[in-house]
């Protein structure tokens, strides 16, 4: 409820159209399905790693609960994978996927799916809002970026936060004097305006100059049989400054090596952005959200250096 995402879209929006909104105290995997049966909840607002865990599970949380009411998952927070979101609908074929894209700084404005034909593009946050304006920015040139080129997403429009309360430091880095406000969020825009996130840009893997996003490497993990969750981080190297590492939980029956994985992803992506060191751990953490705690894996990876 901090969160814009929390606050506008799941509980005033939800309000706003008459709809009953069931609040947990806490989220649990469990609880939640029940509360789905229980309820008859037509849908959930979720974040990429809760449709992972769905999607992992799949098996037998349909097995326990009955989830017929569910017709539409909303997903914001984080990208969403193509695989994650056809590994979904594969498992849950009668529940439409919408995905939006927005910060706490831009209130509503961002980008977001509301028809079902958008859903089927996967990958995508959706075209822009109304009245919101963007720009791709090459974050180190400040150039603006054209159709399918990747840099910073910059918003304008009535939605966008003024300021910081009380630190004008941070709002004259964040919102510049146009009004544009930089999101920190690396993404493009395909020819049709759909927006495509890729990975927070401060959170870019710089393997001998070379930016590897994580978040691309985390969805081919998941794709793999035996792992049910994963977090890929910058791990400090002498000679290529950072490289990816990953942290792997494994299916419970599995015994998955580090070099199984390891051969698993350099199978499929260029050379510099090949995983280079593995560690498997029970479950990765995450914010109280449901999102992915690298910032913690890095502190954990680098205290043992
Ligand atoms: C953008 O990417 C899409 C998908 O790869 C491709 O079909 C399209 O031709 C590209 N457009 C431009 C202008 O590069
Ligand atoms: C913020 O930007 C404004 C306008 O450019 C400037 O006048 C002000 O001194 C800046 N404040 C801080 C704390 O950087
Ligand atoms: C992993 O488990 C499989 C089946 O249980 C077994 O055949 C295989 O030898 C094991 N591999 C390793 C590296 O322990």
């Known amino acids: 409820m901090f969160h814009t995402y929390g606050l506008l879209t799941f509980a005033m929006a939800s309000v706003a159209i008459g709809s009953t909104v069931v609040i947990l105290k806490r989220f649990e995997l469990n609880d939640m399905m029940a509360a789905v049966e229980k309820y008859k909840a037509t849908t959930l607002l979720l974040v990429p790693p809760v449709l992972v865990t769905m999607v992992n599970e799949a098996d037998s949380i349909k097995a326990k609960y009955d989830l017929s009411s569910l017709k539409t998952v909303r997903c914001g927070g984080a990208p ?24 706490t700084e831009s209130n509503g404005g961002g980008a977001f799916i509301d028809t079902v034909e958008d859903s089927r593009r996967f990958g995508t946050s959706g075209p822009l809002t109304s009245d ?16 399918n080129q990747t840099g910073e997403l910059w918003l304008k429009g009535p939605t966008i936060a003024k300021g910081y309360f009380k630190n004008q430091e941070a ?27 890729v990975d927070r840009l401060k959170e870019l893997i710089k393997y001998k100059g ?20 994963a977090a ?14 990953a942290y792997v939980t494994r299916k419970v029956e599995s015994n998955l090596s580090e070099k199984q994985v390891i051969e698993f992803i350099s199978k499929q992506v260029a050379p510099y952005k090949k995983i280079r060191k593995v560690a498997f751990i029970n479950s990765i953490p995450k914010t109280a ?17």
């Open 171 to 197: 709002a004259n880095e964040t919102i510049n004097a146009e009004g544009w406000l930089k999101t920190g969020d690396l993404c493009y825009i395909d020819e049709d305006g759909f927006v495509f996130a």
């Open 80 to 103: 969403l994978s193509k695989e994650v979101t056809e590994g979904f609908l594969e498992k849950y074929p009668t529940v439409n996927i919408f995905q939006a894209y927005a910060l």
């Open 132 to 147: 919101v304006e963007a720009r791709i920015v090459d974050p180190h040139t400040g150039r603006f970026l054209g159709i």
């Open 210 to 229: 070379y930016q590897v996003p994580p978040a691309e490497l985390e969805a081919l993990l998941i794709t793999h049989p035996d792992i049910l969750d």
């Open 232 to 245: 890929v981080i910058p791990f400090p190297d002498k000679e290529a400054g950072q490289y990816p590492m």
């Open 289 to 305: 959200s449901g999102k992915t705690l690298r910032k913690d894996l890095i502190k954990l990876a680098t205290s043992k250096l």
